[in-house]
Nanobody, 119 residues
């Protein structure tokens, strides 16, 4: 039932900016923690940024000061504003959420959107 759809990826020059969007299904969005991960070829998927249901945020050290995660609960959408992009930011970016119950948590992932930083 949970569905995540990313958009906003593309090709950008170093120093440029992109804003990624993730549209989430369901009426539980406002109470659901969300995160952005990224994965480069041959690399492990890594957490880029997370935002809690209370809008607390956390970032990977590599993106602090450059990326901003936010959410618009009315639109069931989470965003990742990426500024001052570097070559090493090139990756497929995935939206993620965890749906938890007393039995445990289940991860849900979007299809991914490619971000390529190149001159």
């Amino acid at each position: 039932q949970v569905q995540l759809v990313e958009s906003g990826g593309g090709l950008v020059q170093p120093g440029g900016s992109l804003r990624l969007s993730c549209a989430a299904s369901g009426s539980i969005f406002s109470r659901t923690p969300m995160a952005w991960y990224r994965q480069a070829p041959g690399k492990q998927r890594e957490l880029v940024a997370g935002i809690s249901s209370g809008s607390y945020t956390n970032y990977a050290d590599s993106v602090k000061g450059r990326f901003t995660i936010s959410r618009d609960n009315a639109k069931n959408t989470v965003y990742l504003q990426m500024n001052s992009l570097k070559h090493e930011d090139t990756a497929v970016y995935y939206c993620n959420t965890k749906k938890c119950s007393t039995y445990g948590c289940t991860d849900y992932w979007g299809q991914g959107t490619q971000v390529t930083v190149s001159s």
